[in-house]
């Protein structure tokens, strides 16, 4: 099945599938005009994701650093070799992004997963120094599980592939939860996973209910969250009630102190991109 933004779908790697939950139609704020249709996965479709996400990552974890690093840099080559023209104008009518700034942001993901390919290779382990006669200390890193992914309307697709580039270097499977202001753009990037086995990436849209769901199911074991300050804690408390790892960046607006001795257009410049690039909603 492709994806079209017209029928509300998820996706379960390497397939787009129908989602029968509750239909919601996407609204173009600027001109009011119908984007698209999507639908909250259902349980049952939530199910048969985790399902299938922890066979996949029984698999995947088995495989060594190499062969996933090879992997990896497929989902780079596909990002490399896309089209990407129809996902950047979905984020545009989503979320009001500038098309210059949604088609750069969407096009220059590949570095990310080339990067964590190579950085697998190198993390397999350590030794330490012998303590007392005889023996001798080393650590060895095991991946996670099935690890959820929520994520933000500002930058759906590059703070998405920061998260799930890692988790899959280090042998776990990923469930995205996108952000529901960036829902089709999101579910149109997927098609990028293709060439990775079966299930290991899915995509579930969906609300607060889903991300609940997904946190604290017992088939999942850690949890990437970026958005708000409020929604960060939410997720905290329900990782912490769980003993779940969770990675969160919760949004924040930092001070900006410019001393006597600055160049004042360089400094000028700074400011003025810091406080109203993305019309003020970024990390800054």
């Known amino acids: 099945m492709q994806f079209s933004p017209d029928r509300p779908v998820y996706f379960v790697n390497p397939d787009y599938r ?165 829902t089709l753009s999101t579910l149109d990037y997927m098609t990028v996973f293709r060439s990775l086995p079966e299930g290991l990436v899915s995509c579930l849209p969906g609300g607060a209910a889903t991300a609940q769901a997904l946190i604290g199911s017992d088939r999942t074991h850690t949890v990437a969250f970026t958005g708000s300050v409020a929604a960060g804690k939410a997720v905290a408390v329900a990782c912490a009630e769980r003993m779940k790892p969770c990675v969160i960046e919760a949004g924040g607006s930092d001070p900006l102190i410019i001393s006597q001795h600055a160049p004042l257009d360089v400094a000028a410049a700074g400011s003025v991109t810091a406080a109203f690039h993305l019309t003020g909603q970024v990390c800054t």
């Open 18 to 182: 129908p989602t029968t939950g509750a239909q919601k139609p996407v609204i173009d704020p600027a001109t009011l005009e119908t984007v698209g249709t999507i639908a909250a996965a259902s349980d049952g479709e939530i199910d048969a994701a985790l399902t299938t996400a922890t066979a996949a990552q029984a698999a995947w974890k088995k495989l060594d650093a190499k062969s996933r690093a090879k992997h990896l840099h497929a989902v780079a080559n596909a990002i490399e070799a896309a089209d990407f023209t129809r996902c950047a104008e979905l984020m545009v009518r989503e979320m009001g992004k500038p098309y210059p700034e949604a088609i750069g942001e969407i096009a220059n993901c590949a570095p990310i997963f080339r990067y964590y390919a190579e950085m697998a290779r190198d993390e397999a382990g350590k030794v330490a120094g012998t303590t007392q006669a005889g023996s001798f200390q080393y650590a060895r890193y095991e991946p996670y599980g099935v690890s959820v992914h929520i994520m933000p309307y500002n930058f759906p697709i590059l703070l998405m592939c920061w998260t799930v580039a890692a988790s899959l270097a280090a042998g776990n499977a990923c469930v995205i939860k996108p952000a529901e202001a960036t």
